[in-house]
């Protein structure tokens, strides 16, 4: 048993490298004055200070909260039906099915929002189809639609798979015996199916929220820079602005952000384990 214990060694000291101690350091960043030295260093809270009182920064954080909530419940409300569907079919349909959908994810994500561009500009395949119902001149790239598309694009496939594993996972023999007792399709799905298939509803959630609430790079490409979310924000006082101190202080926010998500998602999801439990 002690011989397999120490296979675990050298992924505790790679996630001690490569997880804990950059945390560290941004904790450390974001709790000094800018320009201290590794030598003698002064705390301070004046980057958190200035992040709460300063409105502006208030409202991209709320922008990047409501989008990511807007992904998720698109993701949501259009992952469920194909992940019904796709566990309601036969085993190979299911294999062909779930090909299709991982396989664009082979494919880099930033390549594949590249490609949103091109669909999306003027003179692009989008904008020349709707050219034929005369609206050829609406403006599709650069614009909150934009973002949101590219967002839901490259995250739906994190929603499919994780609810379409809780529904393969479901005891068929569960539907049977809900038909044996007169329930129709609407009151099985709503009595047996939507309940076993919480968790993977929750996982999706979880695995669609938190890249959307931080990413970048979706929206500095479809959205031309003209839509400003907190992780460009980011991106900003790191590479352009040079303020390592500030952009700590941002990250050590969102994680505390992100950390509370989860837990509360993870509330949620026992929660809902104990009522079966129970009954």
Same mark, same amino acid.
């Given at each position: 048993?002690?011989?397999?214990?120490?296979?675990?060694?050298?992924?505790?000291?790679?996630?001690?490298?490569?997880?804990?101690?950059?945390?560290?350091?941004?904790?450390?960043?974001?709790?000094?004055?800018?320009?201290?030295?590794?030598?003698?260093?002064?705390?301070?809270?004046?980057?958190?200070?200035?992040?709460?009182?300063?409105?502006?920064?208030?409202?991209?954080?709320?922008?990047?909260?409501?989008?990511?909530?807007?992904?998720?419940?698109?993701?949501?409300?259009?992952?469920?039906?194909?992940?019904?569907?796709?566990?309601?079919?036969?085993?190979?349909?299911?294999?062909?099915?779930?090909?299709?959908?991982?396989?664009?994810?082979?494919? =880099? *994500?930033?390549?594949?929002?590249?490609?949103?561009? @091109?669909?999306?500009?003027? %003179?692009?395949? +989008? &904008?020349? $189809?709707?050219?034929?119902?005369?609206?050829?001149?609406?403006?599709?790239?650069y614009t909150q639609g934009a973002v949101l598309l590219g967002m839901v694009y490259n995250f739906l496939p994190f929603m499919v798979l994780q609810i379409n594993t809780a529904l393969c996972k479901m005891d068929p023999s569960l539907l049977e015996a809900s038909a044996d007792l007169g329930a129709n399709r609407v009151q099985t799905f709503r009595r047996v199916t939507l309940p076993?298939?919480?968790?993977?509803?929750?996982?999706?959630?979880?695995?669609?929220?938190?890249?959307?609430?931080?990413?970048?790079?979706?929206?500095?490409?479809?959205?031309?820079?003209?839509?400003?979310?907190?992780? =460009? *924000?980011?991106?900003?006082?790191?590479?352009?602005? @040079?303020?390592?101190?500030? %952009?700590?202080? +941002? &990250?050590? $926010?969102?994680?505390?952000?992100?950390?509370?998500?989860?837990?509360?998602?993870?509330?949620?999801?026992?929660?809902?384990?104990?009522?079966?439990?129970?009954?």
């Amino acid at each position: 048993m002690k011989k397999f214990s120490q296979l675990a060694v050298p992924y505790i000291v790679w996630a001690a490298l490569m997880l804990v101690m950059p945390m560290l350091l941004i904790a450390m960043y974001s709790v000094t004055e800018q320009g201290n030295s590794i030598v003698s260093f002064k705390f301070t809270l004046d980057h958190y200070v200035r992040f709460f009182t300063d409105p502006d920064f208030l409202i991209i954080l709320w922008r990047s909260i409501w989008i990511a909530v807007k992904t998720t419940i698109i993701c949501l409300l259009l992952g469920y039906p194909i992940a019904f569907f796709i566990a309601r079919s036969s085993e190979r349909v299911q294999n062909i099915l779930v090909l299709g959908i991982t396989i664009p994810m082979w494919i =880099n *994500m930033l390549v594949r929002t590249y490609a949103w561009i @091109g669909l999306l500009s003027e %003179g692009g395949l +989008i &904008s020349r $189809i709707l050219g034929v119902f005369g609206l050829g001149h609406t403006e599709l790239l650069y614009t909150q639609g934009a973002v949101l598309l590219g967002m839901v694009y490259n995250f739906l496939p994190f929603m499919v798979l994780q609810i379409n594993t809780a529904l393969c996972k479901m005891d068929p023999s569960l539907l049977e015996a809900s038909a044996d007792l007169g329930a129709n399709r609407v009151q099985t799905f709503r009595r047996v199916t939507l309940p076993l298939s919480l968790p993977g509803v929750i996982n999706g959630i979880t695995l669609v929220f938190l890249p959307a609430v931080s990413s970048f790079f979706i929206p500095k490409l479809l959205g031309g820079g003209q839509y400003f979310l907190i992780g =460009n *924000m980011i991106e900003n006082q790191f590479i352009t602005v @040079g303020e390592w101190n500030f %952009g700590s202080a +941002i &990250s050590m $926010i969102m994680a505390v952000i992100m950390m509370v998500m989860m837990m509360a998602v993870r509330k949620v999801e026992k929660r809902n384990r104990g009522g079966k439990e129970e009954e």
